[in-house]
């Protein structure tokens, strides 16, 4: 029969988590700023203030680093997905809920639309390498594929919609404004980000996807 574990035993496991904790912390930061090519392991030992061995100790390299802080940002996302209880919601607002809270995400976490374009020039390899990063997005996946059957069989969405198509378009909507703001902006003409305009593309974000889901 195995044995609880003692006091130090559990004291030394949540030193550790700490530490990791620390660590994807301080790395999340510098991949941000500097992207996967750019940072430096010093760096991130320094930021968390930690010596920069137990950083090898606990990720090996600076690849698995990386692969760790996307995961963390995943799982980050997707537990506050799941505080939105969407299945618990009518379709419509559910998905009115989910588009709000994937703009004001990205809005509050610019260092999550950094880390992805940085995942992407190097073409999404660690999250391909990634079975956790894959375990983390099925539900949200299994979730709004729920919303719009129900959606359907309350005659209120229409059928045939693919809810990973669904969530890139949402995802693509707010994602490609805020991470080309400062080109739009200036091509344009005007500040895309005031909170005039914020508010206006949420609104629009909002028609275009219930516009194409809605039966008319």
């Keep these: 029969m195995a044995r ?26 510098e991949f941000a700023e500097f992207g996967l090519g ?8 320094e930021r968390a203030g930690l010596n920069k061995r137990l950083i090898y100790y ?14 963390q ?13 969407l299945t618990e919601l009518e379709p419509a607002t559910a998905v009115r809920r989910l588009i709000e809270f994937t703009w004001n ?23 391909v390498e990634s079975r956790r990063a894959q375990e983390l997005n099925s539900p949200l996946v299994d979730t709004l594929a729920a919303v719009l059957e129900r959606g359907r069989r309350e005659g209120t969405f229409r059928g045939g919609v693919d809810p990973v198509q669904l969530y890139v378009s949402i995802a693509g909507l707010a994602y490609f404004y805020l991470s080309n703001s400062h080109t739009l902006s200036a091509i344009f003409g005007r500040d895309l980000l005031t909170p005039k305009a914020r508010s ?15 039966h008319a």
């Excluded at 750019?38 to 030992?45: E, L, Q, S, V």
């Excluded at 090996?60 to 692969?67: C, H």
């Design 4 to 29: 609880d574990p003692s006091p130090a035993s559990e004291e030394r496991l949540r030193d550790a988590d700490r530490s990791q904790g620390t660590i994807l912390a301080a790395a999340r930061d």
């Design 105 to 127: 995400y990205y809005l509050a976490h610019p260092e999550f639309m950094t880390l992805l374009n940085s995942a992407n020039l190097h073409k999404g390899r660690h999250l």
């Design 38 to 45: 750019g940072a430096r392991m010093d760096r991130i030992a």
């Design 58 to 71: 606990y990720f090996e390299d600076k690849e698995k680093l990386f692969q760790a802080v996307l995961e």
């Design 73 to 85: 940002a995943y799982r980050d996302i997707r537990e506050q997905e799941m505080q939105l209880h």
């Design 200 to 214: 206006e593309r949420l609104s629009h974000m909002t028609d275009v996807i219930l516009g194409y889901l809605l």
